[in-house]
């Protein structure tokens, strides 16, 4: 190895802040992302203690660098279990989002210590904006807030009495979640996306939404934004009825495990009993929903659906799970994904509407 | 799979491990199941499987369910059905994958499992059946000398099959007899066919239907799409015609024709040939019409066709509605219930268990170039048009001495229709004077 090859040592506080992620960031990303991590750069390990313990060696003799992590998050924190507002970017609004015009309105908005801003790592407690950025034609803005999580623990429940009463109380353990909000325009592309991490719910999540939108209306014209925000009912609707099987297409690319068909004030559902299979795998249930026609569909919304994109579908290499809600114009990814594979769905999605 | 002993003497080890999840039983066990297991259950379980259930439960097949468990359970022993677990949550019965089980709160709910009485498992029996293909539309192409009677029926069988609709687009030539001698004759025809087939295609997508046409093609009708089909290939990829799956009855395209290159090109998916034994119109084609043979009459030699054959059956059999077999069905509903609806909708892996397939034991050879349909029109036609003109003759002479009296009658009629118009018009006139 060339001196040039060799990597320098991390500093104390550099190790410090990677055994923080370490302990807490790392760790909340599923095994298999993790893994990608990891492989060829430390041996991964058997078992948990095993993986903590290369982990930590890992990071204290410089083979596992802030560099790696901070690409590595990149492109796994934050992406897939979460909910997404899907925008389509209007002629009027494309104009407005160019390089120049997003950065004098970063700078009038006074968030100019934000912009292009170094996320890895941040722990805000509160959801606060922490970075705008505009390349490659695409607008992004991350709020990352340091979320309590809490797991129950039920093997540490406890009941007492109290005079007459019983009370039962419930354990809970703190853990520390970071969850990442984003906003990403691509601008070529003409599609954007409103991400809100799952974590995020009920009231909160609403409260996630309008902060978001506030911050986007000091970027741009939020109502020409709002005009372009796709109906995921249509989406589900469509997308359903073209992936029933033909005798052309005997094996569509995106099963339908649930397909919500509402009409007026009333509804039909298709539904496979299996979280894997699409409902019309039973050759029954195919038959009834192809009753309906294509022609006919117009007299149904579509209100919602689970969706599996099948590997191999525009480059796919496992099957996603994909849940659209039509009453709320709401997407959900099921499961942890990388940014490409987010994208390749929600661009694939555009295309139903 | 093994072959098997006979139905009725297997021992109970026979079947164990010999099933397959991605085809049905056959009948044979059945009858096997049947003897050591209740009657009744059985019955319940064969009707969901020839149902193509790929899910089974002991509930759905119960009561009693605990014989209904026991009855799948050893159904999966045998090997059709594979015994899974699933996974719901206590709280929400959401569906859980193997790593929400592994958590200790529900990803839908948040909910602990343990707070509320732990994962909920329920068993159940799953297959692996290839999906059976959809038939989407159909189209009916009738024979020479006949308006098609049979596509009414074979219409009525088809568009009741299915809840919902399957359109049958029956298309109709009017009746050819010298016609198909005529090699201009039968370029009109085919190019007709061409433009009505892709008018119908053009029509059935902008109506909802996205699958390509299954084809039902008799006589004279094969020969038609036979070479449609062969057409088709000299064109640009993007402006062919494509078709599902084609069942050729009475065929008379040559044993030798190049289903190969159509079916490759995606053009045809596959092709099931029915044929009578007893046809005594094929073996007559080769010798009159260009480029036909008697497939329908002993089967096409390539294994690109099912061949099926049907012993001592004619020409129009197969499409009968007026014959029956001893149990009183239809020749046309047997041949639809036995081997056509089984050949529409059958996976292709599962094609081979369609019944009476032959293989033709010696390859076809053609006749000598001039028998081959080729010189016959130069003869047959000057023989038709002069036999005609003979018979214009004598008939015309056995009526000529009868002239005087038609004279007569022709001129009497004639005179009367006039004065009918004549106070037709007159009548009209008063009508308008007055009016």
Redesign the interface.
Known sequence: MTPADEKPQPTPTEIADLLRLASGIIRAQGNRFVKELLRGKIRIGANKDEFERNLREGIENGQLTLADIRSWLGSVEGWGNQHVYLYAITSTLRRELTEPKIRQRVTDAGLDSVWNGETTLAFPDEPTLTSVSFNDSVLRLVWQECSPGW?????K?YQEEEGLDLYEY?VFRKVERRAITRFEAHVRDGIAGLFIP?PI?GPEHKIAVDEAKRKISLLMDLAALERGLMNIAAISRNLDQKNV???????PSVKAQRSRLASGGAYVEFAA???D?AYW????I???R??V?????RAFQGAEGVFIFQPGDSGLIRPLRVQLYGVDNRVRLWAQMEVSEVWIILSKLRTFQ | MKSHGHANTPSAATWVGEGNVTILPPPEYWVHLGNSMPGALVERLREQSD?????FTASGLGPPENLALELLTRFAVDGWVEREE?HRCPKCDA???DQDVAA??C?HC???Y??NGGVTVET?F?RHLA??????WVVAIHGMNTSGAWQEAFTWTVSTT????VPVAVYKYGKVIAGVLMTWRRRNLQRSLRDKLAALQHEAR???????A?VVAHSFGTWLFGHLVKGELARNPNDRL?F??VILLGCILRPDFDWKSVKEAGLV?DVLNHFGTGDRVVPLAHATISDSGPSGRRGFDNTEVINIRADALGHSDLLSIDKKLKNGVTYLSNSYQRYWRPFLTL?REELLNIPDRIIPPKPWRQFWWPLRGTVFPFFALPFVLAAIGLLVGIVGSLFWGLRPVTERVTVASGCGIGALFLLIASTEFWRWLRS
Do not use: C, H, M
């Not at chain 1, 795998?281 to 029954?284: D, G, I, N, Q, Y």
């Not at chain 2, 149902?51 to 899910?55: D, I, L």
């Not at chain 2, 902008?206 to 390509?212: D, L």
């Open positions: 797991t129950p623990v039920p093997e429940n419930r799952d719910q099987p033909s005798n052309t297409t005997p094996e009993n299996s979280r299979k795998e039973e050759p029954a195919e038959d009834v192809k009753s026609r294509t022609q006919q569909l | 149902q193509r259930f790929t899910e699933r569906d859980l994958s200790v709160e990803p948040r909910e602990a343990r707070q159940v799953v999906p059976i293909r959809s038939v989407d299915w809840g919902r609709s902008a109506r909802g239907y996205g699958g390509n299954d494509r599902g799956r998916q996976s």
